[in-house]
Protein backbone atom coordinates (compact mmCIF):
# COMPACT_ATOMS: atom_id res chain seq x y z
CA UNK A 1 0.00 0.00 0.00
CA UNK A 2 1.40 3.34 -0.90
CA UNK A 3 -1.10 5.36 0.21
CA UNK A 4 -1.18 7.40 3.22
CA UNK A 5 -5.07 8.35 3.67
CA UNK A 6 -6.44 4.78 4.72
CA UNK A 7 -9.69 6.34 4.32
CA UNK A 8 -9.16 6.44 0.30
CA UNK A 9 -9.58 3.37 -2.10
CA UNK A 10 -9.74 5.31 -5.06
CA UNK A 11 -7.99 8.37 -5.55
CA UNK A 12 -8.13 10.03 -8.96
CA UNK A 13 -5.72 12.91 -9.95
CA UNK A 14 -5.71 15.20 -13.01
CA UNK A 15 -6.74 12.67 -15.50
CA UNK A 16 -7.09 13.00 -18.58
CA UNK A 17 -8.13 10.21 -21.35
CA UNK A 18 -7.66 10.93 -25.18
CA UNK A 19 -9.11 8.86 -27.95
CA UNK A 20 -6.83 9.00 -31.32
CA UNK A 21 -3.96 11.35 -32.46
CA UNK A 22 -3.06 13.99 -34.50
CA UNK A 23 -6.00 16.46 -35.80
CA UNK A 24 -8.32 13.31 -35.06
CA UNK A 25 -7.72 13.47 -31.19
CA UNK A 26 -10.47 13.80 -28.92
CA UNK A 27 -10.19 14.20 -25.36
CA UNK A 28 -12.91 12.47 -22.87
CA UNK A 29 -11.66 13.27 -19.89
CA UNK A 30 -10.20 16.48 -18.94
CA UNK A 31 -8.38 16.64 -15.90
CA UNK A 32 -10.69 15.08 -13.40
CA UNK A 33 -9.90 15.22 -9.98
CA UNK A 34 -11.73 12.61 -6.92
CA UNK A 35 -11.69 10.79 -4.21
CA UNK A 36 -13.50 7.27 -3.15
CA UNK A 37 -13.26 6.36 0.58
CA UNK A 38 -13.47 2.92 1.87
CA UNK A 39 -16.68 1.34 2.25
CA UNK A 40 -18.94 4.44 0.17
CA UNK A 41 -20.99 4.21 -2.89
CA UNK A 42 -19.92 6.91 -4.48
CA UNK A 43 -22.01 7.34 -8.12
CA UNK A 44 -20.74 8.97 -11.37
CA UNK A 45 -23.90 10.72 -13.31
CA UNK A 46 -23.02 12.87 -16.39
CA UNK A 47 -25.45 13.98 -20.04
CA UNK A 48 -24.59 11.18 -22.66
CA UNK A 49 -21.15 11.15 -23.66
CA UNK A 50 -20.13 13.21 -20.39
CA UNK A 51 -16.84 11.01 -20.04
CA UNK A 52 -17.99 8.73 -17.18
CA UNK A 53 -17.11 5.35 -19.08
CA UNK A 54 -14.16 6.57 -20.48
CA UNK A 55 -12.90 7.68 -17.04
CA UNK A 56 -14.56 4.45 -15.27
CA UNK A 57 -12.42 1.99 -17.09
CA UNK A 58 -9.29 3.98 -16.44
CA UNK A 59 -10.27 3.85 -12.79
CA UNK A 60 -10.65 -0.38 -13.68
CA UNK A 61 -7.62 -0.56 -14.95
CA UNK A 62 -8.91 -1.45 -18.41
CA UNK A 63 -7.58 1.97 -19.98
CA UNK A 64 -4.44 3.49 -19.24
CA UNK A 65 -5.03 7.32 -18.65
CA UNK A 66 -3.42 10.04 -21.12
CA UNK A 67 -2.36 12.25 -18.18
CA UNK A 68 -2.96 12.12 -14.42
CA UNK A 69 -2.46 9.37 -11.57
CA UNK A 70 -5.21 6.77 -10.44
CA UNK A 71 -4.60 4.95 -7.48
CA UNK A 72 -6.91 2.06 -6.45
CA UNK A 73 -5.86 0.28 -3.05
CA UNK A 74 -2.82 1.70 -3.33
CA UNK A 75 -1.62 0.25 -6.93
CA UNK A 76 -1.91 1.75 -9.87
CA UNK A 77 -4.65 -0.09 -11.40
CA UNK A 78 -3.57 -0.31 -15.20
CA UNK A 79 0.03 -1.44 -14.20
CA UNK A 80 -0.42 -3.18 -11.62
CA UNK A 81 -3.55 -4.83 -13.21
CA UNK A 82 -2.60 -8.32 -11.45
CA UNK A 83 -2.74 -6.52 -8.37
CA UNK A 84 -5.46 -4.78 -8.32
CA UNK A 85 -8.03 -6.74 -10.64
CA UNK A 86 -8.23 -9.59 -8.49
CA UNK A 87 -9.89 -7.09 -5.18
CA UNK A 88 -11.91 -5.65 -7.59
CA UNK A 89 -15.78 -6.67 -9.23
CA UNK A 90 -16.49 -5.20 -12.30
CA UNK A 91 -19.94 -4.91 -14.26
CA UNK A 92 -19.53 -3.32 -17.46
CA UNK A 93 -21.92 -2.03 -19.59
CA UNK A 94 -22.18 -5.11 -22.50
CA UNK A 95 -20.41 -7.92 -21.26
CA UNK A 96 -20.10 -10.21 -24.14
CA UNK A 97 -21.04 -13.54 -22.96
CA UNK A 98 -20.95 -16.19 -25.02
CA UNK A 99 -23.87 -17.04 -26.40
CA UNK A 100 -24.48 -20.59 -26.32
CA UNK A 101 -23.34 -21.17 -22.86
CA UNK A 102 -25.90 -21.57 -20.24
CA UNK A 103 -25.99 -19.33 -17.80
CA UNK A 104 -24.66 -21.91 -14.72
CA UNK A 105 -22.04 -22.67 -17.28
CA UNK A 106 -20.94 -19.19 -17.95
CA UNK A 107 -21.25 -18.32 -13.97
CA UNK A 108 -19.05 -21.65 -13.32
CA UNK A 109 -16.36 -20.93 -16.08
CA UNK A 110 -16.45 -17.22 -13.95
CA UNK A 111 -15.88 -18.81 -10.91
CA UNK A 112 -12.90 -20.60 -12.04
CA UNK A 113 -10.96 -17.40 -12.80
CA UNK A 114 -11.69 -16.20 -8.89
CA UNK A 115 -9.26 -16.38 -6.15
CA UNK A 116 -12.04 -17.08 -3.54
CA UNK A 117 -15.21 -16.97 -5.16
CA UNK A 118 -18.59 -17.50 -3.37
CA UNK A 119 -20.85 -20.75 -4.77
CA UNK A 120 -22.24 -20.35 -8.36
CA UNK A 121 -25.42 -20.89 -7.08
CA UNK A 122 -25.16 -18.38 -4.23
CA UNK A 123 -23.99 -15.94 -6.89
CA UNK A 124 -27.44 -16.73 -9.22
CA UNK A 125 -29.51 -16.41 -5.78
CA UNK A 126 -28.30 -13.52 -5.34
CA UNK A 127 -30.37 -11.87 -8.38
CA UNK A 128 -32.82 -14.19 -8.65
CA UNK A 129 -31.63 -16.49 -11.63
CA UNK A 130 -31.25 -19.96 -9.75
CA UNK A 131 -34.64 -21.03 -12.10
CA UNK A 132 -32.72 -20.03 -15.04
CA UNK A 133 -29.59 -22.14 -14.77
CA UNK A 134 -30.27 -24.31 -17.21
CA UNK A 135 -31.15 -22.00 -19.89
CA UNK A 136 -28.91 -20.80 -22.35
CA UNK A 137 -27.24 -16.88 -22.30
CA UNK A 138 -28.45 -16.25 -25.85
CA UNK A 139 -32.38 -17.20 -24.42
CA UNK A 140 -31.91 -14.85 -21.41
CA UNK A 141 -34.12 -11.67 -21.78
CA UNK A 142 -32.03 -8.16 -21.78
CA UNK A 143 -32.92 -7.35 -17.75
CA UNK A 144 -32.08 -11.37 -16.98
CA UNK A 145 -28.57 -10.98 -18.90
CA UNK A 146 -27.52 -7.72 -16.67
CA UNK A 147 -28.31 -9.67 -13.43
CA UNK A 148 -26.18 -12.10 -14.65
CA UNK A 149 -23.33 -9.53 -15.04
CA UNK A 150 -24.23 -8.39 -11.47
CA UNK A 151 -23.89 -12.19 -10.32
CA UNK A 152 -20.46 -12.48 -11.62
CA UNK A 153 -19.33 -8.75 -10.83
CA UNK A 154 -20.29 -9.86 -6.61
CA UNK A 155 -18.96 -13.50 -7.08
CA UNK A 156 -15.40 -12.89 -5.78
CA UNK A 157 -16.47 -10.68 -2.89
CA UNK A 158 -14.67 -7.83 -3.95
CA UNK A 159 -13.53 -5.05 -1.94
CA UNK A 160 -14.55 -2.47 -4.68
CA UNK A 161 -17.49 -3.21 -7.13
CA UNK A 162 -17.69 -1.00 -10.20
CA UNK A 163 -21.03 -1.34 -11.64
CA UNK A 164 -21.83 0.80 -15.14
CA UNK A 165 -25.42 1.40 -15.50
CA UNK A 166 -26.05 -1.61 -13.37
CA UNK A 167 -29.77 -1.28 -13.46
CA UNK A 168 -30.74 -0.39 -17.34
CA UNK A 169 -32.86 -2.51 -18.79
CA UNK A 170 -34.05 -3.92 -15.86
CA UNK A 171 -38.28 -3.73 -14.74
CA UNK A 172 -38.73 -1.79 -11.38
CA UNK A 173 -39.43 -4.89 -9.23
CA UNK A 174 -35.84 -5.98 -10.93
CA UNK A 175 -34.05 -2.72 -10.13
CA UNK A 176 -35.08 -2.47 -6.42
CA UNK A 177 -34.16 -6.11 -5.31
CA UNK A 178 -30.61 -5.05 -7.47
CA UNK A 179 -30.49 -1.81 -5.15
CA UNK A 180 -30.89 -4.40 -2.02
CA UNK A 181 -28.35 -6.17 -3.23
CA UNK A 182 -25.64 -2.94 -3.32
CA UNK A 183 -27.05 -2.16 -0.14
CA UNK A 184 -26.28 -5.69 1.28
CA UNK A 185 -22.92 -5.27 0.06
CA UNK A 186 -22.13 -1.71 0.98
CA UNK A 187 -22.86 -3.27 5.03
CA UNK A 188 -20.85 -5.63 4.65
CA UNK A 189 -18.19 -2.97 3.76
CA UNK A 190 -18.12 -3.31 -0.17
CA UNK A 191 -17.26 0.13 -1.66
CA UNK A 192 -19.13 0.69 -5.02
CA UNK A 193 -18.41 2.90 -7.90
CA UNK A 194 -21.46 3.62 -9.86
CA UNK A 195 -22.89 5.14 -13.08
CA UNK A 196 -26.09 5.72 -13.73
CA UNK A 197 -29.16 7.76 -15.70
CA UNK A 198 -31.34 6.90 -13.05
CA UNK A 199 -31.30 9.88 -10.62
CA UNK A 200 -33.38 7.98 -8.26
CA UNK A 201 -30.83 5.44 -8.15
CA UNK A 202 -28.21 7.78 -7.24
CA UNK A 203 -31.14 9.69 -4.56
CA UNK A 204 -31.88 5.83 -3.55
CA UNK A 205 -28.08 4.81 -2.84
CA UNK A 206 -24.88 7.21 -3.10
CA UNK A 207 -23.15 8.29 -0.24
CA UNK A 208 -21.86 11.09 -2.57
CA UNK A 209 -21.79 11.53 -6.32
CA UNK A 210 -20.31 13.94 -9.14
CA UNK A 211 -21.82 15.04 -11.96
CA UNK A 212 -19.93 15.37 -15.20
CA UNK A 213 -20.03 17.28 -18.36
CA UNK A 214 -18.11 17.26 -21.03
CA UNK A 215 -15.32 15.39 -19.74
CA UNK A 216 -15.23 17.61 -16.45
CA UNK A 217 -16.61 16.75 -12.48
CA UNK A 218 -18.71 20.25 -12.59
CA UNK A 219 -20.36 19.11 -9.39
CA UNK A 220 -19.32 16.49 -6.26
CA UNK A 221 -20.66 16.06 -2.95
CA UNK A 222 -23.64 14.73 -1.16
CA UNK A 223 -27.32 14.72 -2.94
CA UNK A 224 -28.27 17.26 -0.14
CA UNK A 225 -24.88 19.58 -1.02
CA UNK A 226 -25.30 19.33 -4.28
CA UNK A 227 -29.26 20.06 -4.30
CA UNK A 228 -28.26 22.82 -1.66
CA UNK A 229 -27.12 25.47 -4.79
CA UNK A 230 -30.44 24.50 -6.76
CA UNK A 231 -33.60 26.94 -6.02
CA UNK A 232 -36.84 25.86 -4.56
CA UNK A 233 -39.33 26.13 -7.32
CA UNK A 234 -43.94 27.14 -6.23
CA UNK A 235 -46.42 26.54 -8.99
CA UNK A 236 -49.73 27.75 -9.30
CA UNK A 237 -52.97 28.95 -11.59
CA UNK A 238 -54.87 31.91 -10.84
CA UNK A 239 -57.24 33.28 -12.76
CA UNK A 240 -57.36 36.82 -11.91
CA UNK A 241 -56.03 39.38 -9.79
CA UNK A 242 -52.22 40.39 -9.08
CA UNK A 243 -50.92 36.96 -8.48
CA UNK A 244 -51.59 36.19 -11.59
CA UNK A 245 -48.77 38.85 -12.59
CA UNK A 246 -45.04 37.65 -12.42
CA UNK A 247 -44.09 41.86 -12.63
CA UNK A 248 -45.86 41.92 -9.10
CA UNK A 249 -44.33 39.26 -7.26
CA UNK A 250 -41.08 40.93 -7.11
CA UNK A 251 -41.46 42.13 -4.05
CA UNK A 252 -42.01 38.47 -2.00
CA UNK A 253 -39.14 37.55 0.57
CA UNK A 254 -36.61 35.02 -0.72
CA UNK A 255 -37.80 35.05 -4.11
CA UNK A 256 -35.06 34.84 -7.07
CA UNK A 257 -36.84 34.63 -10.61
CA UNK A 258 -41.08 34.67 -11.55
CA UNK A 259 -42.55 33.72 -14.62
CA UNK A 260 -45.66 32.93 -16.39
CA UNK A 261 -46.40 30.46 -19.20
CA UNK A 262 -47.93 30.90 -22.15
CA UNK A 263 -51.21 28.47 -20.46
CA UNK A 264 -51.35 30.77 -17.17
CA UNK A 265 -49.25 28.63 -15.05
CA UNK A 266 -47.06 30.83 -12.58
CA UNK A 267 -43.46 30.03 -11.49
CA UNK A 268 -41.63 30.94 -9.06
CA UNK A 269 -37.95 29.86 -8.31
CA UNK A 270 -36.92 31.03 -4.37
CA UNK A 271 -33.95 30.80 -2.20
CA UNK A 272 -35.94 29.81 0.60
CA UNK A 273 -39.04 28.14 0.36
CA UNK A 274 -40.75 28.35 3.48
CA UNK A 275 -40.71 32.33 3.81
CA UNK A 276 -41.48 32.87 0.33
CA UNK A 277 -44.23 30.54 0.10
CA UNK A 278 -45.62 31.58 3.51
CA UNK A 279 -45.72 35.27 1.80
CA UNK A 280 -47.31 34.45 -0.97
CA UNK A 281 -50.19 32.86 0.39
CA UNK A 282 -50.47 35.54 3.16
CA UNK A 283 -51.01 37.43 -0.08
CA UNK A 284 -53.35 35.47 -1.75
CA UNK A 285 -55.32 35.22 1.32
CA UNK A 286 -55.37 39.06 2.25
CA UNK A 287 -56.59 39.29 -1.57
CA UNK A 288 -59.44 36.57 -1.09
CA UNK A 289 -57.19 35.10 -4.35
CA UNK A 290 -57.74 31.56 -5.22
CA UNK A 291 -54.66 29.33 -5.89
CA UNK A 292 -54.99 26.70 -7.87
CA UNK A 293 -52.99 23.45 -8.85
CA UNK A 294 -50.93 24.79 -5.92
CA UNK A 295 -47.22 23.16 -6.09
CA UNK A 296 -44.11 23.81 -3.87
CA UNK A 297 -40.72 21.81 -4.10
CA UNK A 298 -37.50 21.84 -2.68
CA UNK A 299 -34.74 21.63 -5.27
CA UNK A 300 -33.76 17.33 -6.31
CA UNK A 301 -31.07 16.09 -7.85
CA UNK A 302 -32.76 15.83 -10.97
CA UNK A 303 -33.07 19.85 -11.36
CA UNK A 304 -29.53 20.10 -10.22
CA UNK A 305 -28.74 18.31 -13.06
CA UNK A 306 -30.51 19.77 -15.44
CA UNK A 307 -29.06 22.73 -14.17
CA UNK A 308 -25.85 21.36 -15.38
CA UNK A 309 -27.05 20.40 -18.82
CA UNK A 310 -28.48 23.98 -19.50
CA UNK A 311 -25.19 25.37 -18.59
CA UNK A 312 -23.51 23.31 -20.81
CA UNK A 313 -26.06 24.39 -23.55
CA UNK A 314 -25.63 28.13 -22.85
CA UNK A 315 -21.96 28.18 -22.62
CA UNK A 316 -21.71 26.64 -26.09
CA UNK A 317 -24.61 29.01 -27.41
CA UNK A 318 -22.23 31.32 -26.05
CA UNK A 319 -19.40 30.23 -27.88
CA UNK A 320 -21.19 30.28 -31.37
CA UNK A 321 -22.83 33.25 -30.98
CA UNK A 322 -19.54 35.71 -32.14
CA UNK A 323 -19.96 33.33 -35.33
CA UNK A 324 -23.75 33.79 -36.04
CA UNK A 325 -23.51 37.38 -35.70
N1 LIG B 1 -12.99 4.64 -28.75
C1 LIG B 1 -13.36 5.91 -28.89
N2 LIG B 1 -12.85 6.70 -29.86
C2 LIG B 1 -13.21 8.00 -29.98
N3 LIG B 1 -14.10 8.62 -29.18
C3 LIG B 1 -14.65 7.89 -28.19
C4 LIG B 1 -14.31 6.51 -27.99
N4 LIG B 1 -15.04 6.05 -26.94
C5 LIG B 1 -15.77 7.10 -26.49
N5 LIG B 1 -15.54 8.20 -27.25
C6 LIG B 1 -16.14 9.51 -27.07
O1 LIG B 1 -15.80 10.00 -25.78
C7 LIG B 1 -16.90 10.72 -25.23
C8 LIG B 1 -17.23 10.14 -23.87
O2 LIG B 1 -17.77 8.84 -24.06
P1 LIG B 1 -18.19 7.93 -22.81
O3 LIG B 1 -18.71 6.65 -23.36
O4 LIG B 1 -17.07 7.89 -21.84
O5 LIG B 1 -19.37 8.80 -22.20
P2 LIG B 1 -20.49 8.41 -21.12
O6 LIG B 1 -20.55 9.55 -20.17
O7 LIG B 1 -20.20 7.07 -20.55
O8 LIG B 1 -21.77 8.39 -22.04
P3 LIG B 1 -23.19 7.61 -21.93
O9 LIG B 1 -23.88 8.18 -20.73
O10 LIG B 1 -23.85 8.04 -23.19
O11 LIG B 1 -22.91 6.14 -21.82
C9 LIG B 1 -18.04 10.63 -26.23
O12 LIG B 1 -18.09 11.83 -26.97
C10 LIG B 1 -17.65 9.45 -27.11
O13 LIG B 1 -18.12 9.63 -28.44
Known sequence: MTTTDTSSVITVSGVQRRYGTGSSAFTA?????????????????????????????????IAPASAGTVR???????????LVRPRTGIMLQEAGFPADLTTEETARMWHGTLGSPMPVAAALDLVDLGHRAGVQVKSLSGGERR????ALAVMGRPEILFLDEPTTGLDPQSRRAAWELVRNLLEAGTTVVLTTHYLEEAEELADRLAIMHRGEIVRTGTVAEIVADEPARIRYRTTAGDLADPRTLHGLPALLTAGRSRTGLVEIESLDLQVTLAALLERANTAGEALTNLEASHASLERAFLAVANEGEAAAAEALAPANA
Open 29 to 61: VRGVDLTVRRGELFALLGTNGAGKTSLLEVVEG
Open 72 to 82: VLGEDPYRDRH
Open 147 to 150: RLDL
